[in-house]
C-alpha cells in the first residue's frame, strides 16, 4: 500500500509537470499568435456600412452607397503609406463622404439620415472568399444608414483588399500577410483567440462570415 501512494505520488507530481510544460508552450504559442494578430488590426482600416432594416430595399441601399463610397474613395486612400495616414485622410474628407453617401441616397429616392464617422470597434473573426481578418478592434470608417438596424457589409479601405486595382494592398509585414491569405492554417488559433476575446470583454462569441457582398 505505501508503495502505490509512492508511485501514485510520482504519477501525480510527473502529470502536473506534464501540465506546466504544455501550459507553457500553449501560452506562448497563443501569446505569439495574439500579438501578430494585433499588429495586423493596427494596420487595418476597414468599411463597415449598416443597413436601415433587413428588408430587401434597405439592403439594396445599402450596396449602392458601398458602390458610391468604394469608388469615390478609391483615389483618396491609393495614396496612404500607413494605416495611421489612411485614417486621416478618412477623417480629413468625413464631409465628402457623408455627402457621396447622401446623394446616393437621394438619388434613389430615400430620405433617410445618413451617418458617416471614424471610429474603433469590435468586428468577429471574418471570413472572405479569398482571405480572413482575425477578431479584435479596428479602426473603421463606418456608415449607418436609418436607424441601422439592418445587416453590415464591411471590408477593409487600407490596406486596399477590396478596392478593385488598389496597389497598396499588402500589409507591411510578412507574417501578417500570412495571416490574412494562409488563414486556413489558423483556424483553431483564429477560433481561440475570438473565445478569448468573448470571455474578456463579456459578450456572446458570434463568429462573422461573409456571404458573397459581405454581410453578416
Not at 109 to 117: A, D, K
Not at 153 to 170: E, I, R, S, T
Request: with cysteine; hydrophobic share 40%; net charge positive.
Amino acid at each position: 500500500m505505501k508503495r502505490w501512494k509512492v508511485q501514485r505520488g510520482r504519477l501525480l507530481e510527473w502529470a502536473m509537470l506534464g501540465g506546466l510544460l504544455l501550459a507553457v508552450a500553449v501560452s506562448g504559442w497563443f501569446a505569439g499568435f495574439a500579438e501578430d494578430c494585433s499588429q495586423l488590426q493596427q494596420n487595418t482600416l476597414r468599411l463597415h456600412i449598416q443597413a436601415n432594416s433587413d428588408q430587401p430595399q434597405d439592403q439594396a441601399l445599402k450596396l449602392l452607397v458601398r458602390d458610391a463610397v468604394l469608388s469615390h474613395t478609391q483615389a483618396l486612400f491609393a495614396g496612404a503609406s500607413s494605416q495611421q495616414q489612411a485614417v486621416e485622410l478618412a477623417r480629413q474628407n468625413l464631409d465628402s463622404i457623408q455627402q457621396v453617401a447622401r446623394q446616393t441616397l437621394d438619388q434613389a429616392g430615400c430620405s433617410l439620415p445618413v451617418q458617416v464617422s471614424v471610429t474603433n470597434m469590435h468586428f468577429s473573426t471574418t471570413v472572405y472568399p479569398a482571405f480572413s481578418l482575425p477578431a479584435g478592434q479596428y479602426d473603421a470608417l463606418r456608415i449607418r444608414i436609418g436607424r441601422a438596424e439592418g445587416h453590415n457589409w464591411f471590408c477593409v479601405l487600407y490596406p486596399g483588399l477590396c478596392v478593385p486595382g488598389a496597389q497598396n494592398n499588402q500589409y507591411p509585414t510578412s507574417r501578417e500577410q500570412q495571416l490574412v491569405e494562409q488563414s486556413s492554417r489558423y483556424e483553431i488559433r483564429f477560433a481561440a483567440l475570438e473565445l478569448a476575446q468573448s470571455i474578456t470583454r463579456r459578450t456572446p462569441l458570434k463568429t462573422a462570415r461573409s456571404l458573397a457582398d459581405g454581410s453578416q
